[in-house]
């Protein structure tokens, strides 16, 4: 397939004149001039975290083209989505309904009436841009438990996906940089890290970056010594090695070191894909409909896409890859034909395979505050004062280090502990039982922001890592144009607000621990000191409940049979050809804790299935 012409001068072609030497112009482009009906070997649709880890594979011995609808970061949000520091800046990435939108970058989604949760609207962020959601996240790296990954085997029949059997797909998805002794501030925050431990391989050429900030907030280390102090001590594997529970980390976060930018999947993968291989990049383009051959109905053939109203179709010679995320991959298939029959029915949109599993299951891990204002200096407070802005940005720019390179947080895993399940129900005690033993229900986050005239607001705050609640996405009308429909379900079922009870107490435990006397100032900010009762405390829970952004499973991955399966488990949709969906929305669960490391890795392990013909 011959390679279109330029069309964009972008920061890929700047990578491709400074290869160029001293002759100013572009080598060439990865990026497709749209309008014109081309076939590709495979076609990837959506060009975020995973999409892009599979296209990058997939083009290193086929054609591949890669519809993403939005553009690149680095120029719709200037610096912002490479400083690290810069997340506190991205508004958009608020909660609140009425959140102001920005539409260069995020889909700006809102959620249906959380009637679990205080009847919030949420908004619900999702990258629109290339690197998708790791273009805009946090970037905090670990891998889930083994048990965890055990469970998504047998849910799905194939052994595969055990950690053992994953780890190579970990490993080949990432490099890992030992902490900077020398630049990292804080000298007793000892990073346990063994270049031997058998869970990372530089030497297998991953490109995501993955390091140890060269900074740590102070107040961190102190929040630290109280999720100790409740029993919950530093790992001393860390939490990429299949362990999580009664254990704290300052783990990884997907940075540069050498400058302390971020990586995503569109500065790691995407960056080496377009240096080494013909990968074809659709810019602004939106898919509309997946295209079935009409001789071999179901046999998925093409992708009808939309750039900014100029429409045309990307033909695939061998398979279709839906990679569009949690909410956009759901609603992409019944739109074009696959899902509930009511549903399709109800919208006039002919049936070509009637699974009901599509947009249902979907598990989202939610997040509560407990807040107290410390004496203690926070990133937050030095980044918001004006004083500091000259030193900390040359810092910053010269030596990559200092409170701008650096979004780390403490994290903190465990299962409620005995005395306070005492008031769990029978129902909720034998649900929690029935997860593997070393599956978290909770994770801890420590974290710190700047308060008032630059004081410091300290987090010990939890996040539900076994949420019972299933939540669900569908479809207004036939068209991608209309925004899918998205109930996370939250605190629908009543055993995750009787474990979120136990884990504000378990909050509460830390903060009340003599390790933070020293720098706890005042009395409770959240939830504070009126809200006691358990009763408050769950009314607090349903009014003021938010998203860590981890939703998945909205097309579960599940043997040939099961109500809800969606894929098998080499993510092939059930009942039709030629079709997969690959990203988080084709988990068989959410996994507890940060997914992105398992998006990541399981992009790379259906690479390489299809490379290996399954
Ligand atoms: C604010 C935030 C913070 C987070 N923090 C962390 C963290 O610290 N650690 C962690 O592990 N995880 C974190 N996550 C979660 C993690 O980033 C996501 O789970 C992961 O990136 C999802 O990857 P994906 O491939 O499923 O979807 P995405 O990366 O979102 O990719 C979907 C892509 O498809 C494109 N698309 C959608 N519809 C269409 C269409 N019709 N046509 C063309 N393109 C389309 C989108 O524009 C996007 O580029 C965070 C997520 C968010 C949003
Ligand atoms: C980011 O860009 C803004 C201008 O938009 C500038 O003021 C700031 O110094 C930049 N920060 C870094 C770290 O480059
Ligand atoms: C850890 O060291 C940093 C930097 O010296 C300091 O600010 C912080 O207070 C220390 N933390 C504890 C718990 O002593
Ligand atoms: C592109 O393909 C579509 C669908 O197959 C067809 O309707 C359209 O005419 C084609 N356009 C061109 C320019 O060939
Ligand atoms: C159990 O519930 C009662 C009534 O709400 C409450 O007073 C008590 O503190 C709870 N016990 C635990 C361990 O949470
Ligand atoms: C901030 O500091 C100023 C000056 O010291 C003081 O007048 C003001 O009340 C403080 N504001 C808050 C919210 O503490
Ligand atoms: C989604 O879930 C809600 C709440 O459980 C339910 O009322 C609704 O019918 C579901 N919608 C679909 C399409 O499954």
Redo the contacts with the bound molecule.
């Keep these: 397939m011959p390679r279109s012409a330029v069309l964009l001068s972008c920061f890929f072609g700047v990578l491709a004149i400074a290869s160029a030497g001293s002759q100013q112009r572009l080598r060439s482009s990865a990026f497709a001039v749209p309008g014109t009906n081309v076939s590709y070997d495979y076609v990837v649709v959506g060009g975020g975290t995973a999409g892009l880890t599979i296209a990058s594979r997939l083009a290193e011995w086929a054609s591949v083209a890669v519809i993403e609808a939005g553009g690149i970061y680095e120029f719709d949000n200037g610096n912002l989505s490479v400083v690290p520091s810069g997340v506190m800046g991205m508004s958009f990435l608020g909660t609140a309904e009425n959140t102001p939108k920005q539409p260069l970058m995020d889909w700006g989604l809102i959620s ?1 009436p959380q ?1 679990g949760a205080g009847n919030q609207r949420i908004r619900y962020a999702q990258g629109k841009t290339l690197g998708g959601s790791s273009a805009i996240n946090t970037g905090g790296y670990h891998r889930g438990t083994a048990g965890a990954y055990q469970r998504w085997a047998d849910v799905v029949g194939d052994q595969s996906y055990t950690f053992s059997n994953l780890l190579p797909y970990f490993k080949k998805s990432c490099h890992l940089t030992p902490p900077n002794l020398e630049k990292r501030n804080t000298p007793n925050t000892t990073v346990i890290f063994d270049p031997t431990a058998k869970v990372f391989d530089n030497s297998l050429g991953g490109v995501l970056q993955v390091s140890w900030a060269n900074w740590v907030d102070p107040t961190t280390t102190w929040l630290a010594l109280g999720l100790k102090a409740i029993g919950l001590p530093l790992s001393i594997v860390g939490f990429s090695s299949g362990i999580l529970s009664g254990y704290s980390a300052w783990i990884p976060t997907t940075i540069s070191p050498r400058h302390a930018t971020r990586s995503s999947s569109e500065s790691s993968y995407l960056k080496q894909s377009i240096e080494r291989t013909q990968i074809m990049i659709y810019l602004h383009t939106q898919a509309l409909r997946i295209l079935f051959d009409s001789d071999r109905p179901g046999r998925a053939n093409a992708v009808a896409v939309s750039t900014q109203g100029l429409e045309y179709t990307i033909s695939a010679n061998k398979e279709v890859i839906i990679s569009t995320g949690v909410f956009h991959s759901p609603q992409l298939l019944m739109v074009s034909g696959i899902g ?1 029959r009511v ?1 399709l029915e109800a919208h006039g949109i002919p049936v070509i395979a009637n699974l009901p599993g599509v ?2 299951n979907l598990q989202d891990e939610l997040s509560f505050l407990v807040l107290n204002e410390v004496n203690t200096p926070s990133g937050g407070a030095i980044i918001a004062n004006p004083e500091n802005t000259a030193s900390i940005l040359k810092e910053y720019l010269e030596d990559a280090k200092g409170p701008m390179s650096s979004v780390g947080v403490l994290m903190s895993f465990e299962k409620i502990p005995p005395e306070l399940r005492q008031n769990f129900t029978e129902k909720t005690k034998s649900a929690l039982d029935s997860l593997p033993a070393d599956w978290p229900e909770v994770e801890y986050l420590a974290a710190a922001v700047s308060g008032p005239n630059f004081t410091s607001i300290a987090s010990i705050s939890p996040i539900l890592t076994a949420p019972l609640s ?5 479809i207004t009308s036939s068209s991608m144009a209309d925004p899918p ?1 998205i ?1 996370m ?1 939250w605190l ?1 079922d009543p055993a995750d607000a009787e474990v979120a009870v136990a884990a504000i107490k378990r909050c509460r435990q830390a903060w009340a621990s003599d390790a933070l006397q020293p720098i706890k100032v005042g009395s409770e900010i959240l939830p504070g000191e009126a809200v006691s009762t358990d009763e408050e405390i769950v009314d607090y829970l349903r009014q003021t409940a938010a998203p860590i952004w981890h939703a998945s499973a909205t097309c579960a991955m599940g043997k040939l049979g099961d109500v809800h399966a969606v894929v098998d488990s080499k993510a092939r949709v059930f009942g039709v050809e030629r079709l997969r969906v690959v990203d988080a929305s084709s988990f068989p669960f959410a996994l507890p804790g940060h997914p992105q490391a398992s998006v990541y890795a399981f992009a790379e392990k259906i690479a390489d299935d299809i490379k290996n013909g399954r």
Excluded: H, K, W, Y
Aim: no cysteine; proline share 7%; glycine share 20%.
């Design positions: 249906a009637s509930p549903t947009g249902q299933r939540g669900n996405v569908t429909v109930d379900g629908t």
